[in-house]
């Protein structure tokens, strides 16, 4: 059983900056792979970035390749999203997610576990 808790978002202006952190409970973390999926009012949760068990395999969704960089750190049990040059469309919640398994997945389906979300709000 893995609990997630997402922190680090906010209201940023077009071009800035943010960190997102997402905390992990439960002594496996390093045995699951992460993701970072959105949803903006009235669309679909999509797929953003995920990260293998590792951290040596990431993924991004093609609208932040080159803006968005995931990454983990198992002894703080800890993942992240370093958001740059942010876009009034990249505003959205933000939720985490983890799979019982070592590689990544951009599909939200096979994601077991969801945190409570963040909301990233990116002004114009």
């Known amino acids: 059983q893995v609990q997630l808790v997402e922190s680090g978002g906010g209201l940023v202006q077009a071009g800035g900056s943010l960190r997102l952190s997402c905390a992990a409970s439960g002594r496996t973390f390093n045995k699951y792979a992460m993701g970072w999926f959105r949803q903006a009012p009235g669309k679909e949760r999509e797929f953003v970035s995920a990260?293998?068990?590792?951290?040596?395999?990431?993924g991004y969704a093609d609208s932040v390749k080159g803006r968005f960089t995931i990454s983990r750190d198992n002894a703080k049990n800890t993942m992240y999203l370093q958001m740059n040059s942010l876009k009034p469309e990249d505003t959205a919640v933000y939720y985490c997610?983890?799979?019982?398994?070592?590689?990544?997945?951009?599909?939200?389906?096979?994601?077991?576990?969801w945190g409570q979300g963040t909301q990233v709000t990116v002004s114009s």
């Open positions: 990260i293998s068990w590792s951290g040596s395999s990431t």
């Open positions: 997610a983890a799979r019982g398994v070592t590689g990544w997945s951009r599909y939200r389906d096979e994601y077991n576990y």
